[in-house]
């Protein structure tokens, strides 16, 4: 089992920033693909970046391509998911994910582990 819990969401204008946070307890965290999701109201959850096990494989949904930078810290459990040039579109609540193995990891059925999200709430 691993426990993931977000932390950092907030309102913010659009053109600003926000980190969010997710720390993991349980199982030995640097196992485990780190993937960040986000669900609008009345929409699906969508895939919006993932890590492999060292960090040196990043990948991003378009969308946020060259605005969102994910990272991860073994030695603290943590990863974390820098936004910046937020916009309005990009409300959401957003959740941490882990999963064995970087096989589909554009998907969120393919998670076994989840955080309880966060909010984030961007205005135009």
């Known amino acids: 089992q691993v426990q993931l819990v977000e932390s950092g969401g907030g309102l913010v204008q659009a053109g600003g920033s926000l980190r969010l946070s997710c720390a993991a307890s349980?199982?030995?965290?640097?196992?485990?693909?780190v993937g960040w999701f986000r669900q609008a109201p009345g929409k699906e959850r969508e895939f919006v970046a993932a890590?492999?096990?060292?960090?040196?494989?990043?990948y991003y949904a378009d969308s946020v391509k060259g605005r969102f930078t994910i990272s991860r810290d073994n030695a603290k459990n943590t990863g974390s998911l820098q936004m910046n040039s937020l916009k309005p579109e990009d409300t959401a609540i957003y959740f941490c994910?882990?999963?064995?193995?970087?096989?589909?990891?554009?998907?969120?059925?393919?998670?076994?582990?989840w955080g309880q999200g966060t909010q984030v709430t961007v205005s135009s």
């Open positions: 994910a882990a999963k064995s193995g970087f096989a589909y990891y554009r998907s969120p059925s393919e998670y076994g582990y």
């Open positions: 349980g199982r030995t965290f640097s196992n485990y693909v």
């Open positions: 890590i492999g096990l060292s960090a040196g494989s990043t």
